[in-house]
């Protein structure tokens, strides 16, 4: 079983930048994609960003394209999300999952792994 915990949540005034960071551990592997996903009070879950194994593909959500940045380091088997001018409406829990199928695709009902989420507020 993989596990999977996140880092890096917190408060942030509009226009900022937080980076999350998403730890593997257990039974691992280089070889998963891993995806980003966030869900706000009283919406459903929201695929956000994945990045295959090799970090050469990558897939974002129009809602955070050209503002969020997927990346991972495999030596560290942590994956990371640069989330850079911060809307209210990027306020959500934010998760990472794990698709140890090594798919890349934007359903929850691909990843198997999932952290316990890192809340991100953006409010002035």
């Known amino acids: 079983q993989v596990q999977l915990v996140e880092s890096g949540g917190g408060l942030v005034q509009p226009g900022g930048s937080l980076r999350l960071s998403c730890e593997a551990s257990?039974?691992?592997?280089?070889?998963?994609?891993m995806g980003w996903f966030r869900q706000a009070p009283g919406k459903e879950r929201e695929f956000l960003a994945a990045?295959?194994?090799?970090?050469?593909?990558?897939y974002y959500a129009d809602s955070v394209k050209g503002r969020f940045t997927i990346s991972r380091d495999n030596a560290k088997i942590t994956v990371y999300l640069q989330m850079n001018s911060l809307k209210p409406e990027d306020t959500a829990v934010y998760y990472c999952?794990?698709?140890?199928?090594?798919?890349?695709?934007?359903?929850?009902?691909?990843?198997?792994?999932w952290g316990q989420g890192t809340q991100v507020t953006v409010s002035s």
């Open positions: 990045i295959t194994w090799s970090g050469r593909h990558t």
């Open positions: 257990g039974r691992t592997s280089r070889f998963y994609t």
């Open positions: 999952a794990a698709d140890t199928n090594s798919r890349l695709g934007t359903s929850e009902s691909l990843y198997d792994c």
